[in-house]
């Protein structure tokens, strides 16, 4: 007999377990993203970014809507940038997505982040 699978969506035999749940169990980057620093630090992200998404503000728009906090360097290549400010940008979810995907140039990013932290360009 078969079954939908509740972790993956495939359908496998009622017999076989299914790893998917272990993978994310195994991510020490869940682990990260839900201590108290990590929370502590992207409200203050958001705070300094003044609540706005910071690739929209370099267009003259203002976003306040679903702001999260992109690190720029994955935390799972780099956990000991996890709190960095200048590995950090308040963005929308729109532009999250996209830096995911690497439609948003990683320098560009971080150009943002020195600009929010030193107040300069340079």
Same mark, same amino acid.
């Given at each position: 007999?078969?079954?939908? %699978?509740?972790?993956?969506? $495939?359908?496998?035999?009622? @017999?076989?377990? %299914?790893? $998917?749940? /272990? ?6 980057? /869940? !682990? &990260?993203? @839900?201590? *108290? ?9 958001? +705070?300094?970014? #003044?609540?706005? %998404? +910071?690739? %929209?503000?370099?267009? @003259?728009? *203002?976003?306040?809507? @679903? =702001? ?7 935390? #799972?290549?780099?956990?000991? /940038? &996890? =709190?960095? #400010?200048? #590995? &950090? ?13 690497? +439609?948003?140039?990683? !320098? *560009?990013?971080?150009? =943002? ?10």
């Amino acid at each position: 007999m078969y079954k939908s %699978c509740s972790k993956c969506g $495939k359908i496998h035999d009622s @017999n076989y377990r %299914c790893n $998917k749940s /272990r993978i994310y169990a195994q991510d020490h980057t /869940r !682990e &990260l993203r @839900n201590t *108290y620093d990590w929370i502590k630090k992207s409200l203050e992200i958001r +705070e300094r970014s #003044n609540y706005l %998404c +910071e690739v %929209c503000k370099q267009e @003259n728009i *203002y976003t306040y809507d @679903n =702001l999260e906090v992109h690190h720029i360097v994955k935390i #799972n290549e780099d956990d000991t /940038r &996890l =709190l960095d #400010n200048y #590995n &950090l940008v308040c963005l929308c979810q729109e532009h999250h997505k996209k830096a995911d995907r690497g +439609e948003i140039d990683k !320098e *560009y990013l971080f150009k =943002l982040a020195k600009i929010r932290e030193d107040g300069t360009d340079t």
